[in-house]
């Protein structure tokens, strides 16, 4: 079955710290994409960043990382030297061939809240 | 800015009514879905649309339905609303291959009271 896991339910940082947030998920198809996005307080759903089930190659994209190892089907992100405006909902996403390619199937998130 | 808009941002519904719920996807994404997000949690497939054919569904009831125009524009109708409906309705447009992403409008949220 799909399944997105995000454990962290809320995770409060002092600005300039790194946080790390969890996403284990589940998927009987060899091919899937897993998504990040982020929703602050105005409700939008922003992307962040999006791996295909064939690419394990970790990445640094300015202050945002990820780690993505199928070996465990975790899809972790880390914000480093967090800054207020990273409060916000994060969702970690996943679309496989279940039901129909297209078809997000989210976690329930994890709040961030970064004080200063 | 995704290029993506919805309207209404509030709606406010009473038990029983019809709702219209209406997105403009970005040009040239052929792919329109939507989603329903209630209060703290993750959001929740109802479903997509490819140039103009419903092209996969959620668990969600018949008195969810959508329409998709040529021009880039969609609607998601709900009938005989109840009160398990408030939620914000959100709407997501992709080029339309599986690897694409799925760029979200700002949400309707809907009130049932």
């Known amino acids: 079955a799909q399944k997105v896991t995000q454990a962290q339910t809320e995770i409060s940082v002092v600005e300039k710290e790194d946080v790390t947030l969890d996403c284990v998920y589940e998927?009987?198809?060899?091919?899937?994409?897993l998504f990040w996005y982020k929703q602050p307080p105005s409700g939008e759903l922003v992307f962040l960043i999006r791996r295909n089930s064939f690419d394990e190659q970790n990445e640094i994209s300015g202050r945002y990382s990820w780690n993505f190892q199928k070996s465990t089907s975790s899809f972790n992100f880390t914000i480093t030297a967090s800054q207020v405006v990273d409060s916000a909902v994060y969702f970690c996403a996943l679309s496989d061939a279940t039901d129909s390619w297209g078809k997000l199937q989210f976690g329930a998130g994890t709040q961030v809240v970064v004080t200063p | 800015e995704t290029g993506v808009t919805q309207s209404p941002t509030h709606l406010i519904k009473t038990r029983g009514q019809q709702v219209t719920l209406r997105c403009s996807s970005q040009s040239g994404h052929n792919t329109v879905s939507w989603y329903q997000q209630a209060l703290g949690q993750g959001p929740q497939f109802i479903f997509q649309?490819?140039?103009?054919?419903?092209?996969g569904r959620g668990n969600f009831p018949p008195r969810f339905s959508g329409l998709q125009f040529p021009n880039y524009s969609s609607e998601l109708n709900v009938n005989a609303l109840e009160l398990d409906d408030s939620a914000l309705y959100l709407c997501?447009?992709?080029?339309?291959?599986?690897?694409?992403?799925?760029?979200f409008g700002p949400g309707t949220r809907l009130t049932v009271l």
């Open positions: 649309y490819y140039r103009e054919e419903e092209n």
């Open positions: 997501a447009s992709s080029l339309g291959d599986a690897e694409d992403t799925q760029y």
């Open positions: 998927t009987r198809d060899t091919t899937y994409y």
